[in-house]
């Protein structure tokens, strides 16, 4: 057993279970439906359909970050115990998580002083930040050290590429991220757009293409073109929705396309905190693949 744990935010959207499975410990966000908050405690006391229900209903939801108590309470637990950390925040293109944290660990220092916390900014989000801590806990497994495993991190997070895309413009238009005219048009035209995260973690737009089989199709060209080895891909893969008939028709086309995967394409629901901004109708696609560069 290792001297540390390894910890992340609700964010990474994997589910309890397979939290529990890989031993990856996390802090839960917070949302909120009309000034109403709750955790964003990775679907156990919301399920996903509740929350865009309302959303749709016109209820107002907004999240909120991580704060410095928070982290403080989370961390000492473990350095309680005896144990050093490695956390990984939300991405800092999309959150402000990741000052707070670092705040925390600093805090912890006079506290702790024969104690570690290592704060890494995973530059990724959903379950493409899930990805990561998978591979950060296979890599634990395998008897890396904390600070190897610190070191592997920050040199391998980049590859864990994120590709979305949205058959529901609704919320988009609501957040601002798509103009009204812009959204209109695109409803009106069937546009999906197709979006990335890119090296700083930020999620930006990318193509806009008509038909959900059409942007289901360019996303899967992107993974034959980006994935470590191309169709001979052996990786793992994530995949997370707000759309669950669209997620399992895409698991399976990337499962008809890559039969060298390493295990299934594993499905998730997008969390409250990235949901309460993209709303229904996102598949987002993340497996380990070319460095992002732009």
């Known amino acids: ?11 990474a959207d994997l589910s309890p279970e397979w939290m529990e ?41 907004k999240t909120s ?7 403080v309470t989370h961390f000492r637990k473990y350095l309680s115990e005896g144990k050093d950390i490695l956390h990984l925040t939300l991405s800092t293109g999309i959150s402000g998580t990741y000052n707070a944290a670092k705040l925390a660990a600093e805090q912890m220092k006079d506290e702790f002083p024969d104690r570690r916390v290592i704060v890494i900014d995973s530059l990724g989000a959903s379950s493409g930040y899930g990805l990561l801590m998978e591979y950060v806990a ?10 190897e495993l610190a070191v592997w ?24 991220r798509v103009s009204r005219t812009a959204g209109f048009i695109g409803q009106v035209l069937s546009i999906c757009p197709l979006l990335n995260v890119d090296y700083l973690g930020r999620l930006i737009p990318r193509e806009k293409i008509r038909t959900k089989k059409k942007v289901m199709q360019r996303q899967l060209q992107k993974m034959i073109e980006q994935a470590e080895g191309g169709l001979d891909y052996n990786g793992k893969c994530f995949i997370s929705e707000s759309d669950p008939e669209a997620g399992e028709e895409f698991r399976k086309m990337v499962e008809n ?6 295990g299934k394409v594993q499905l998730f629901p997008i969390g409250a905190t990235i949901g309460a901004h993209t709303g229904p109708g996102t598949v987002a696609l993340f497996f380990y693949g070319k460095k992002r560069e732009d």
Request: with cysteine; charged share 30%; hydrophobic share 35%.
């Open 257 to 262: 396309t890559f039969p060298n995967l390493k």
């Open 21 to 61: 499975k890989r031993d990856l410990k996390y802090i839960c966000f917070t949302f909120s439906l009309n000034g109403v908050e709750y955790k964003d405690d990775l679907w156990v006391s919301m399920k996903p359909a509740e929350l865009y229900r309302r959303m749709l209903a016109g209820e107002e939801a």
């Open 153 to 176: 991190t920050e040199e391998h997070k980049l590859n864990i590429v994120h590709w979305f895309f949205s058959t529901d413009l609704t919320f988009y238009i609501r957040g601002g």
């Open 138 to 147: 296979d890599k634990r497994d395998e008897g890396l050290t904390l600070d």
């Open 1 to 11: 057993m290792s001297d540390y744990i390894v910890s992340c935010c609700s964010a």
């Open 65 to 71: 970050q991580v704060s410095l108590g928070e982290y």
